[in-house]
């Protein structure tokens, strides 16, 4: 089933790739070979001149995990166009910078690449920087809204005069390509249990069905309610005005955003660098602009507390995969290893478990939800941190959990379970391809791709989603504390807002990430601790291929922009679906997966 769907995609797409990659694979073969020998990436020293402004944006990625490995190809067709710093040294660097005397202030600068959760948790940094009494500066050339979030929090947000910024709402669309399967001839038969279990709802038609419609509407309207509201207080204008002004336009030149009060002041580039420096900045060497240090490049002079009872940070971020996976992906055997070492770790008090995932493989979720339950039972208390989304399989794998903490906007829920089964029996008729061969039992060549599997086959495979969902619904109800049937009544694969799991009882607290930390010293009965990441930073080899595919640490011009490459762009953005089909590996085709996984911008 899922090796013909693999190969129907990915086939044109292979070949294509191949051939535009292969030259480029023996360099790599070379380069690869070449660093064979290098070690471990050691951390420098950071030296922040006095009258130094931290920097925050410019092509910054954030993620939940740490960088770590040797990514070679991963980095080129799938990785950012700038650095990538994690989550919890970002949060940590902004209040090691509000103590700082040689750091005189913030200026948020350009595009941040992180999810709604993530932005709000540096959004409250940043305002615990400015009871500090330190300035905070935005500075929007052509602004995303994602980017818009973020500045909006600033003492004071100007914008070039010559751009513009956006705030038009949030939109949430999908491809359906179920007509075009079958136009090919591409048979797709669905066994599931839900209601509103809408991700496979893509290979079946071309709308949205009513259930799916109407949660997605509810989710959009909660985390754009969550947007509308921060950016309001921080603005100092009332909900009501800013809605009007969304609905005005979307998109709104300079001189408009100021009118709106989205902006306080159109300004030029040289004009802004003579406002930094009133703030206090000092002037730069060329004396034409002024000191400053990177977000990443500070994050450097973090250091994570060292001595006495040890909690694990472990990174649950990606698709669920059956086996090792792969970078970006959560590997089930991989992470239910992790869990396993820090079990038998006497120096272990506690884990905080930070799940940012759609789900994915069935198999791989319950492989890793027994680990966190043997954590719990060996009286190693586990608290769950849910990021942008833990649903679905994400949400399997944090039932057992002691505690489970989400964000107002956290995506979580969707228990629900399907599976798929595709084959070519129209194709094949198009085209007159032939399939024939012989059988020794009546279930031999159940779910061949050649043929639609009979009523009889889709009953077998439904008993066993059907088990998969009561076997979700124990899960919960024993990791939660409820009824079987209560879960059931709030399950039917419908995903919540965390600020609604938490009146459901899906989730305990509502927090982030070092709220969750905090909750895992008071289970441990302890007021300090020693804090590991799991994976940890830098954890494989930095090899030539990584530095030469890397942007580097150096503090880049105010103003540099990531050079566009559009052959790049187009690898990554095919790269993807190989990696979306990829994931596609449950060893009995049943998934625990959320379709609905906000974007990063």
């Known amino acids: 089933m899922k090796d013909f769907f693999k190969a129907v995609f990915a086939s044109a797409l292979g070949t294509f790739l191949a051939i535009t990659l292969g030259a480029f694979a023996m360099v790599v073969l070379i380069v690869s070979l070449a660093s064979s020998a290098g070690g471990n990436h050691e951390t420098g020293a950071v030296s922040v001149k006095p009258k130094s402004m931290l920097v925050i944006g410019g092509e910054l990625t954030i993620n939940d995990t740490p960088a770590h490995g040797a990514p070679g190809l991963d980095l080129l067709l799938l990785g950012g166009n700038g650095p990538e710093l994690d989550l919890l040294r970002a949060l940590e660097a902004i209040d090691l910078a509000a103590k700082d005397r040689n750091i005189v202030g913030i200026l948020l600068n350009g595009p941040l690449a992180a999810g709604v959760t993530q932005k709000a948790e540096i959004r409250k940094a940043i305002a615990a920087f400015k009871a500090s009494g330190k300035p905070v500066i935005a500075w929007i050339e052509n602004g995303t809204q994602g980017e818009y979030y973020l500045s909006s929090v600033a003492d004071k947000v100007y914008v070039h005069s010559a751009g513009e910024l956006e705030f038009k709402g949030l939109a949430s669309y999908h491809m359906y390509y179920g007509e075009s399967l079958k136009l ?239 084959n070519y029996e129209d194709l094949a008729r198009k085209v007159q391809l032939g399939t024939d061969g012989v059988k020794t039992a009546r279930y031999a060549d159940l779910l061949a791709e050649h043929r639609a599997a009979t009523p009889e086959e889709l009953a077998i495979i439904q008993t066993s989603v059907d088990g998969v969902y009561e076997d979700f619904l124990r899960i919960v109800a024993d990791g939660r504390g409820l009824k079987r049937d209560g879960v059931h009544e709030i399950a039917q694969g419908r995903v919540w807002l965390g600020e609604d799991a938490r009146g459901l009882g899906l989730v305990d607290k509502l927090g982030g990430l070092r709220d969750a930390i905090k909750e895992a010293k008071l289970l441990a009965k302890t007021d300090e601790a020693e804090l590991i990441q799991v994976p940890a930073l830098n954890s494989g080899r930095e090899n030539l291929l990584q530095k030469l595919l890397s942007d580097g640490d150096n503090d880049s011009p105010l103003f540099a922009k990531a050079s566009a490459d559009p052959a790049k762009d187009f690898l990554k953005a095919n790269a993807k679906w190989l990696r979306s089909i990829r994931a596609l590996n449950d060893p009995k085709g049943v998934y625990l997966t959320c379709p609905l996984v906000p974007e990063r911008r």
Not at 186 to 212: D, N, W
């Open 184 to 422: 090919l001839g591409i048979g797709v038969q669905v066994t599931k249990v839900g209601k509103y279990k809408s991700a496979v709802e893509p290979y079946l038609g071309g709308v949205m069905s009513e259930p799916a419609r109407e949660q997605s509407a509810a989710l959009m309207g909660g985390i754009w309610k969550r947007v509308l509201g921060d950016v309001a207080r921080s603005r100092g204008v009332a909900t009501g005005v800013l809605t009007k002004t969304v609905d005005s336009a979307g998109v709104y030149d300079a001189r408009k955003a100021v009118e709106l009060k989205l902006a306080d002041k159109a300004m030029h580039r040289d004009e802004l660098v003579k406002q930094v420096r009133a703030a206090g900045a000092g002037a730069d060497e060329s004396g034409t602009s002024f000191l400053q240090v990177n977000l990443h490049r500070y994050a450097n002079k973090v250091a994570l507390p060292h001595g006495g009872p040890r909690i694990a940070i472990v990174y649950a971020e990606g698709e669920i995969v059956d086996g090792w996976g792969s970078p970006g992906d959560i590997g089930g055997d991989r992470l239910a290893h992790d869990l396993r070492l820090l079990r038998g770790d006497k120096r272990i008090k506690a884990v905080v478990l930070r799940v940012n995932s759609p789900g994915g493989s069935a198999f791989a979720s319950d492989v890793v939800a027994r680990e966190v339950g043997l954590l719990k039972s060996q009286g190693i208390p586990v608290v769950v941190s849910m990021g942008d989304v833990a649903a679905s399989g994400g949400y399997y794998i944090a039932a057992k959990a002691n505690l489970i903490m989400a964000d107002p906007s956290t995506i979580t829920g969707s228990i629900g379970v399907f599976g798929l089964h595709f």
